[in-house]
């Protein structure tokens, strides 16, 4: 299995904190926003061939420079992007590395910005078992809390999506889907005829739901905490939520 780690946004909501530094790279409690996520994939090191990070032409050398020094393995895919009008958003540079690195394999996919605590082991036994592809599934209890915000997820009794919707003024359920995939081979290889369909190439909600609805996808609802750093608000309350802890939560 691949492993994808999307961070080539511009994260204009957060300037003037990214107007020089990518978001990934922020520290949350002492330690870079990647880093946290790479401390939670190393659990299922043994099962991944390689870990891919791809950004843009803006923030590459960052990256480079922060890859250099990193105690993990990753490569760094640059998209040739340099400004937030021109960038490939997330369908378009899943895309662009599937083809770039010759990917023919299973993609696990996580956002460089999200941050969770639930256990990506189980996560990967849960694919290996329905041999399906899989949404990380977070439950936020409040309906009311989804609203204009997430992707709201349907499931039938059997986990499978039947229902997806991109921030929807009236959500359906309080299950959000977070920016946490693992995507079959066979996905992954259907990724191109998604985008020549709804020639959308931005959103990965749109392939979720393109794929729920030519196929079956599962969610994994998980429990523990998941943390979307989307703007200044949640970025300040999270990091509050780390210098609180007595331990330092290990996100």
Known sequence: MKVLILAAGYATRLYPLTLDTPKPLLDVGGKLMIDHILDRINVIDEFIDDVYVVTNEKFFGQFKEWAEKSVFDVTIVNDGTKTNEDRLGAIGDIDFVIKEKGIDDDLMVIAGDNLFEFDLKSFYDYFWEIERSVVGIYDLKDKSKLANKYGVVELNEEGRIIGFEEKPAEPKTSLTSTACYIFSKEDVARLENC????????????????????????????????????????????RGLMDKSPNKRDL
């Open 195 to 238: 985008i020549a369909e709804n020639e959308i190439p931005d959103n990965l909600g749109d392939f979720i739901r393109w794929l729920s609805e030519k196929g079956e996808v599962y969610g994994f609802v998980f429990s523990e905490d998941w943390f979307d750093i989307g703007d200044k608000d949640e970025l300040e309350r999270v």
